[in-house]
């Protein structure tokens, strides 16, 4: 819950629009990583260019890039992510 997508910074007193810029749905973390009609193309885009699959959450996405980089890279991320 730390990503500032719009639905975050409403909750931070934001007066802005909360819709995404690309498809005017409510902007979630859900919506712009997983759900956006662009973000669907990148995902389809990255399981062809690259053989992966699309995560199911963002969870997912954080044990993946646990599990693929190297330890030290992983050490960086983990800190980013404040584990």
């Known amino acids: 819950g730390v990503v500032l997508t719009k639905d975050n910074l409403i909750k931070r007193n ?3 629009n ?3 810029c690309f498809c005017h749905e409510e902007e979630t973390i859900q919506h712009s990583f997983f759900d956006c009609h662009s973000t669907l193309f990148i995902w389809s885009f990255s399981q062809v260019a690259f053989d992966l699959t699309k995560p199911q959450s963002v969870e997912h996405i954080h044990v993946w890039w646990l599990t ?3 330890y ?3 050490e960086i991320i983990s800190s980013a992510w404040g584990s």
């Open 14 to 16: 934001w007066h802005g």
């Open 18 to 20: 909360k819709a995404c």
């Open 68 to 70: 693929k980089w190297s």
């Open 72 to 74: 030290k890279t992983s």
